[in-house]
């Protein structure tokens, strides 16, 4: 159950990235959230067959195929939270924010990959939420659409969490990693519908002024 409903947020992932992909209207931000939906689904893949077959791998290749899954992870914490600097951000604020979210990245997979423990998977997740609470509060004090829908994906993710930390079982045939999986899946369709209206800083305002002096 648990490969089944990790190859399952995988279909999600994939589907949505390719549809907010073909909606990205040319916006940047949007195409960001597409690849942290895409990083997902191929998280969700290798994280599936770990749990799948790893009876049957050795103990170098299934060490080997965590880490890929972490780190496909963290590339989705990445994307997402890029997405939110370029809709947010302009000129040389974007430039040093997307390359401090690099060497983010960067710092926090080197030491994963010496130390694969999910609890630092974990840490990095929160991090993640907690920026997208802030570009929520960025979006209404902007009058920006689309902050409902990131805040309750990041309820929906929170939700997870508690739910794959608790170890809590609802049944001996669905457990809780199946219950994350699945409360995963609906915080991406959330995260989707807020990408969905995602505009990069300075295209929403030239669109604005072109209607404007179309309608005067």
Same mark, same amino acid.
């Given at each position: 159950? /648990?490969? +089944?409903?990790?190859?399952?947020?995988?279909?999600?992932?994939?589907?949505?990235?390719?549809?907010?992909?073909?909606?990205?209207?040319?916006?940047?931000?949007?195409?960001?959230?597409?690849?942290?939906?895409?990083?997902?689904?191929?998280?969700?893949?290798?994280?599936? /067959?770990?749990? *799948?077959?790893?009876?049957?791998?050795?103990?170098?290749?299934?060490?080997?195929?965590?880490?890929? /899954?972490?780190?496909?992870?963290?590339? *989705?914490?990445?994307? &997402?939270?890029?997405?939110? #600097?370029?809709?947010?951000?302009?000129?040389? !604020?974007?430039?040093?924010?997307?390359?401090?979210? #690099?060497?983010?990245?960067?710092?926090?997979?080197?030491? &994963?990959?010496?130390?694969?423990?999910?609890?630092?998977?974990?840490?990095?997740?929160?991090? /993640?939420?907690?920026?997208?609470? #802030? +570009?929520?509060?960025?979006?209404?004090?902007?009058?920006?659409?689309?902050?409902?829908?990131?805040?309750?994906?990041?309820?929906?993710?929170?939700?997870?969490?508690?739910?794959?930390?608790?170890?809590?079982?609802?049944?001996?045939?669905?457990?809780?990693?199946?219950? +994350?999986?699945?409360?995963?899946?609906?915080? !991406?369709?959330?995260?989707?519908?807020?990408?969905?209206?995602?505009?990069?800083? *300075?295209?929403?305002?030239?669109?604005?002024?072109?209607?404007?002096?179309?309608?005067?």
């Amino acid at each position: 159950m /648990t490969v +089944f409903t990790d190859y399952g947020l995988a279909a999600v992932g994939l589907a949505l990235a390719l549809k907010l992909q073909a909606r990205a209207e040319g916006h940047v931000s949007r195409r960001l959230w597409a690849a942290c939906f895409l990083a997902v689904a191929l998280a969700a893949i290798t994280g599936g /067959t770990s749990h *799948g077959w790893a009876p049957r791998m050795g103990e170098a290749a299934r060490i080997a195929l965590w880490r890929v /899954t972490y780190g496909l992870v963290g590339l *989705g914490n990445l994307f &997402i939270l890029a997405g939110a #600097v370029v809709a947010a951000t302009r000129a040389r !604020l974007r430039a040093a924010l997307v390359v401090a979210l #690099v060497l983010r990245f960067a710092v926090w997979f080197a030491f &994963i990959s010496i130390r694969p423990d999910f609890r630092y998977v974990v840490y990095d997740y929160a991090g /993640t939420l907690l920026g997208l609470l #802030v +570009f929520t509060g960025w979006l209404a004090r902007h009058g920006r659409p689309g902050g409902a829908w990131i805040a309750a994906g990041v309820a929906a993710s929170l939700a997870g969490a508690v739910v794959q930390r608790s170890g809590l079982d609802p049944s001996p045939a669905f457990n809780h990693n199946d219950l +994350f999986h699945v409360v995963q899946a609906v915080g !991406l369709y959330f995260y989707f519908q807020g990408g969905l209206v995602l505009a990069d800083a *300075g295209k929403r305002e030239q669109a604005f002024g072109v209607r404007g002096a179309a309608g005067a």
